[in-house]
């Protein structure tokens, strides 16, 4: 196993916030014929907690879409049963491996349309702030 590994979408996914902390959630889930989780149950239970943040609601609801998820499929996505192996929330800070703007001395290379990257959280556990917070079980 490789650890941690998750793909970041862009150079302002991770870009410090203009106030407060930044967090990441880290969530390793297994294909399981036995077990309860769903992927529209943990997009439902994700949409409950951010109903109180419009803003953080609407963000969510953008990756969604951004990523292909779709209400007409729900059914299909259902059929696939999912154990959550792993979960931890994340502190982002200077240490914590990631690409901003801010990382280009120079600015971002003329040419560079897109940036995709991956990070292994995998050596990171000193940044972790809860191994399985409360809000956010499932099962």
């Known amino acids: 196993m490789r650890g ?9 996914q991770l870009a410090p916030p203009e106030n ?5 959630f880290s969530l390793h889930l297994r294909e399981e014929g036995g077990a309860s989780n769903t992927l529209p149950g943990l997009v439902a239970s994700c949409r409950s907690l951010l109903e109180a943040d419009a803003e953080a609601l609407s963000g969510f609801e953008s990756a969604l879409v951004q990523v292909g998820y779709s209400l007409a499929h729900e059914e299909e996505y259902a059929k696939m049963k999912l154990r959550i192996l792993d979960e931890g929330l994340f502190r982002v800070q200077e240490n914590f491996p990631r ?3 801010a990382s280009f001395a ?10 995709e990257y991956e ?3 995998a050596g990171f ?8 917070p409360e809000k956010f079980v499932f099962e």
């Open 119 to 121: 990070i292994n959280l």
């Open 4 to 12: 941690r590994v998750h793909r970041i979408n862009g150079l302002s």
């Open 106 to 115: 120079s600015g971002i290379p003329p040419g560079i349309e897109r940036v």
């Open 125 to 132: 556990e000193h940044l972790c702030a809860a191994v399985k």
């Open 99 to 101: 690409l901003t703007k």
């Open 20 to 24: 407060g902390a930044l967090m990441f």
